[in-house]
């Protein structure tokens, strides 16, 4: 929290970020993030504040994940961090059952699917951070109602690999930057809103575009990694201020932090933990956290969230596979915003795609992957990559034919 006089500098905030962002790794660990859009099985019944936490109730998970709530009730699972992709799949896996079954004790059902097809957003989890951020969000002009679709709409998949040896950190940081557009096409979920198709595949990475670019954008990739985060740490808008654990003050002037670190605000001058806390609201695609949390791939249903965890980890830490995806993604010629809206209707964007999943399921054998889970991306490859095609491709399809309809388990059924 503030202080009454100035406490970082330039200095202290480029060995914080070298320290705990990019700290050097060999262990080659793999996690996973999967969210959820939850509905209630009732007709006509809106879920309200605190119902999807009352059902789990705090519940300890047979795989070890741990189990949070996003604005709308998003549910989200967080595996430990395994030696193994195959484990962090199984036991992701395990969990995300314990938890469907729980919730459908109390009609509350789960949709794997990046932006809800149907409902405005609305917020139903409270807390400091939620009412700062959404205030925030309500100031910012660039992107009207952006910040409350993001937080009360969308989910994602997110897949965190290690930083990296000493030597191959530059070279991991530049890769999952630049497989981004070719893994938010051909894992696009997200076409529709309100009912109706938005022309986007996934509207989801649209609506992360269109909001505070200081917060969401793309880490500029022509500088060293770390400067390049410093410079997008201290660029960017705070959010919000805590005056004390459960006061969170929302910051509507578009104070940077390099502004707030120099010059200090009414409640005082940033500490290291507000430096710390500001990099918990910067969101863009590809996140240093210690490891890097890649954060552009729409949420999917079971079982085909596994695939872009493995496709992922293996373009990554395979060393021939990641040669291969280097090649393949520099060649594509495509922008994030080319990738959101045409999915892998774009030429360059799939053939990278298939490039990428025949040398990502190379890699399996390679990396220890077991046959069960490498057959779901050897599934995934035929029934979309191999026909230019994505699950967004699904559910218009699905519109198409029947118009809108209920949000709920239907909309999953088609897909496994």
């Known amino acids: 929290m503030p202080t009454p006089t100035r406490h970082l500098d330039l200095d202290r905030v480029q060995v914080l970020v070298r320290e705990r962002c990019f700290p050097p790794s060999t262990a080659a ?11 209630s099985l009732q007709p006509e019944h809106l879920l309200g504040c605190g119902e999807v936490e009352a059902a789990l109730d705090n519940r300890a998970l047979p795989g070890g994940s741990s189990l949070t ?11 430990p961090a395994f030696h193994g992709v195959s484990e962090t799949c199984n036991a992701l896996g395990e969990d995300a059952n314990a938890v469907r079954a ?37 100031a910012d002009s660039s992107g009207g109602r952006g910040g409350s679709t993001m937080m009360c709409s969308t989910a994602a998949v997110q897949v965190n690999l290690d930083i990296g040896a000493p030597d191959a950190v ?23 809103a309100g009912g109706r198709p938005t022309g986007w595949c996934s509207t989801r990475m649209a609506t992360w575009l269109g909001i505070d670019p200081s917060r969401t954008a793309p880490v500029d990739q022509g500088e ?38 120099a010059g200090g605000h009414e409640l005082g001058y940033p500490t290291v933990s507000d430096f710390e806390y500001h990099l918990t609201t910067l969101f863009p695609p590809v996140r240093p956290r210690g490891w890097l949390e890649l954060r552009y791939i729409d949420a999917l249903p079971d079982p085909w969230w596994r695939v872009p965890v493995v496709v992922t980890t293996c ?10 995806a280097e090649r393949a993604a ?15 209707k774009h030429p360059g964007l799939a053939e990278a795609a298939e490039t990428c999943f025949d040398a990502a399921l190379a890699a399996c054998g390679r990396l220890g992957v077991d046959d069960a889970t490498a057959e779901v991306v050897a599934r995934y490859r035929d029934r979309y990559v191999a026909r230019r095609r994505c699950p967004a491709d699904d559910r218009l399809d699905g519109w198409a034919a029947a118009g809108d309809g209920p949000v709920g388990a239907s909309l999953e059924a088609s897909w496994t």
Request: aromatic content about 10%; overall charge negative; some cysteine.
């Open 170 to 192: 530059e070279r991991r940081w530049r890769l999952a930057h630049a497989l981004g557009p070719v893994l938010t096409a051909c894992f696009a979920n997200s076409p529709l």
């Open 315 to 324: 373009l990554l830490d395979d060393e021939e596979a990641s040669a291969v």
């Open 102 to 138: 729980a919730l459908a004790e109390h009609d509350i059902g789960l949709v794997g699917m990046g932006l809800d097809p149907l409902r405005s957003p609305r917020r139903i989890v409270d807390g400091p951070r939620y009412q700062a951020m959404e205030a925030f969000f309500d």
């Open 69 to 79: 709530f996003e604005p709308g009730g998003q549910v989200e699972l967080s595996s």
């Open 330 to 344: 520099s060649r594509c010629g495509a922008s994030w915003a080319e990738a959101a809206r045409c999915g892998p």
């Open 224 to 261: 060293g990694w770390a400067d390049a985060w410093v410079d997008y740490a201290l660029a960017a808008k705070v959010m919000l201020i805590r005056r004390s654990t459960d006061d969170f003050v929302p910051v509507r002037t578009g104070l940077s932090f390099g502004e707030w670190m």
């Open 29 to 39: 660990l793999v996690g996973a993030e999967i969210e959820w859009l939850s509905h």
